[in-house]
């Protein structure tokens, strides 16, 4: 039996489902400028990556898959690096600051849901088993004895001189 679905998630799946179709939309509008044909081929395979990654992360998070985190996350940082991808295509200095003008906002919204479907999935199905390496037994200490010694006397003093006043 499966776990019952949060609402955050059917919330988390209705956003990933409209920006799944808002990229389908902007992949079918894209104009190749009036050129031979290949100018907007690349811009459609990136919309269209990002809307069947949108679809899957959406039917991950409705039904609450194991893998709805995977999915989400793979959809955020597919988006994440085709616009850093198609800004620096771009080539000029102010595609640097477009770039983080679109990834700024975007990831006040995306980084605290992702974090939550982290969280409550985690809380869902448990965290996957990661394997560690051994841990090895320290090395023993030395008795205590050895470590609280006096110190060693001072060495003796010359005929004639006096010790300091510390001493």
Do not use: K
């Not at 940082?77 to 700024?104: D, H, N, P, Q, S």
């Not at 999935?121 to 088993?129: I, N, V, W, Y």
């Amino acid at each position: 039996m499966s776990p019952r679905t949060p609402t955050g998630f059917y919330v988390a799946s209705v956003c990933a489902a409209a920006f799944g179709v808002l990229m389908a939309m902007a992949g079918l509008v894209m104009d190749d400028g009036g050129g031979p044909g290949w100018g907007a081929i690349p811009g459609r395979a990136a919309a269209g990556l990002l809307a069947a990654l949108s679809a899957v992360a959406a039917e991950a998070l409705w039904r609450a898959r194991p893998w709805a985190w995977r999915a989400s996350r793979a959809l955020a940082v597919t988006y994440a690096a085709l616009v850093v991808t198609v800004c620096a295509a771009i080539g000029e200095t102010a595609a640097v600051f477009v770039a983080l003008w679109i990834l700024i906002p975007s990831a006040m919204v995306v980084a605290p849901l992702l974090m939550y479907i982290r969280n409550r999935s985690a809380d869902l199905f448990g965290t996957p088993f990661i394997p560690r390496p051994p841990v090895h037994p320290p090395a023993p200490y030395p008795p205590a004895s050895a470590l609280h010694r006096p110190p060693p006397p001072p060495p003796p003093l010359p005929p004639g001189r006096r010790p300091p006043p510390w001493w």
